[in-house]
């Protein structure tokens, strides 16, 4: 049974930085790349970056250029992304999704985490 | 705003058949045939129904089924059931920096 497991809801004060990571399971690891898409309250899903299957290639919506990095560990299948500079604004939840580098959908999904940035 | 536009909302009662439509541009939906379809349960991870327009996953209920025309892309659940009062969503595979593009989601009502 294919799983993408994330990490906790987070409290973030705005400037602080959030560190969500989403672990696999159930399918070679390896051999899809993983996407981080967001929903705000009341908007539709986001975007927000890729990581290859390697870890050795990214990129990132440009929106947020210079406050996202996505990394991953081979060894837990388990893929990280860090977003900083928060504001009010990044409060959402955070989708990690796996998609087979041949194909054009997102094969799995992660149950979500919620940030919210308050102060 | 979400890029790809869908009804905020669909209703149907038991039996009957619905369509929820997806519509974006000639640079996603009309240029590539890579729209998928996901349903998502409160609290859960979306799950795959539909893929590059027309295709079921293995699984996936034959009730379910997708189309496209130009810039639009629809979803049809037929024989509605209880069990697919829940939200809707589409995205397309696009032409630029920013690779997928998601619909705002559609919320299913079974009257």
């Known amino acids: 049974q294919v799983q993408l497991v994330q990490s906790g809801a987070e409290v973030k004060k705005p400037g602080a930085s959030v560190k969500i990571s989403c672990k696999a399971s159930?399918?070679?690891?390896?051999?899809?790349?993983m996407h981080w898409v967001r929903q705000a309250p009341g908007q539709g899903l986001e975007w927000m970056g890729i990581?290859?299957?390697?870890?050795?290639?990214?990129t990132y919506a440009q929106k947020f250029q210079g406050r996202f990095i996505l990394t991953r560990d081979t060894s837990t299948s388990t893929v990280y992304m860090d977003l900083s500079s928060l504001t009010f604004d990044d409060s959402a939840v955070y989708y990690c999704?796996?998609?087979?580098?041949?194909?054009?959908?997102?094969?799995?999904w992660g149950q979500g985490t919620l940030v919210t940035v308050s102060s | 705003q979400s890029a790809l536009t869908q009804p905020a909302s669909v209703s149907g009662s038991p039996g009957q058949s619905i369509t929820i439509s997806c519509t974006g541009t000639?640079?996603?939906?009309?240029?590539?045939?890579?729209v998928s379809w996901y349903q998502q349960h409160p609290g859960k991870a979306p799950k795959l129904i539909i893929f590059?327009?027309?295709n079921r996953p293995s699984g996936i209920s034959s009730r379910f089924s997708g189309s496209k025309s130009g810039n639009t892309a629809s979803l049809t659940i037929s024989g509605l059931q209880a069990e697919d009062e829940t939200d809707y969503f589409c995205?397309?595979?696009?032409?630029?920096?920013?690779?997928?593009?998601f619909g705002s989601g559609t919320r299913v009502t079974v009257l």
């Open positions: 999704a796996s998609l087979d580098p041949r194909h054009y959908y997102f094969d799995w």
């Open positions: 159930g399918y070679t690891f390896t051999s899809y790349y």
């Open positions: 990581i290859n299957p390697n870890g050795d290639y990214t």
């Open positions: 000639s640079s996603d939906v009309g240029m590539y045939n890579y």
């Open positions: 590059d327009v027309s």
């Open positions: 995205t397309s595979y696009r032409l630029g920096s920013t690779p997928y593009v």
